[in-house]
């Protein structure tokens, strides 16, 4: 499976869809990248003077590359057996800490290293930098990923 393939089975579109290219994908780990527009709704109320990217978005965008993406990764067969289906995901946990802020046009990678993966559930160790190779954020992130049948 292609790294852009992976992206175009994300079950996000934008305007929240927070992954834009994928770097490195293996069993183990992925690396994924984004820019945070500063067109981007949220930076409008979030600070009113100084606009940094919200905590919340920051997770989301490591679940969808951390998680997400290397979960799809790692269902691959059973997505290419499966062409009539959707990949439904459900976050169970989140644990970050946050050292940075993001702001309006800064480019952000994320690194994700799984921890485990069974019963689809995926639990992953992420990291994310800014492009001043900065530590955002890091934490433990798990969900569930599944394919249902498209109706």
């Not at 929240?16 to 409008?44: A, I």
């Not at 969808?64 to 062409?83: H, P, R, W």
């Amino acid at each position: 499976m292609e790294n852009k393939d992976i992206i175009d089975l994300l079950p996000y579109k934008a305007p929240f869809l927070f992954v834009e290219e994928l770097l490195e994908v293996n069993e183990d780990r992925v690396v994924g990248s984004y820019t945070f527009s500063r067109d981007l709704d949220f930076y409008q109320g979030h600070f009113k003077d100084f606009p940094i990217t919200p905590g919340v978005i920051l997770t989301e965008c490591c679940a969808q590359i951390g998680l997400v993406c290397l979960g799809i990764f790692l269902l691959e067969t059973y997505i290419a057996e499966n062409k009539d289906s959707n990949i439904s995901v459900g976050l169970s946990s989140s644990d970050m800490d946050f050292y940075h802020p993001v702001l309006p046009d800064e480019k952000v990678t994320v690194t994700s290293e799984k921890i485990y993966f069974r019963f689809n559930k995926l639990k992953c160790r992420v990291k994310m930098h800014n492009a001043a190779g900065q530590l955002v954020c890091k934490g433990i992130i798990s969900g569930m990923l599944k394919l249902k049948d498209i109706e």
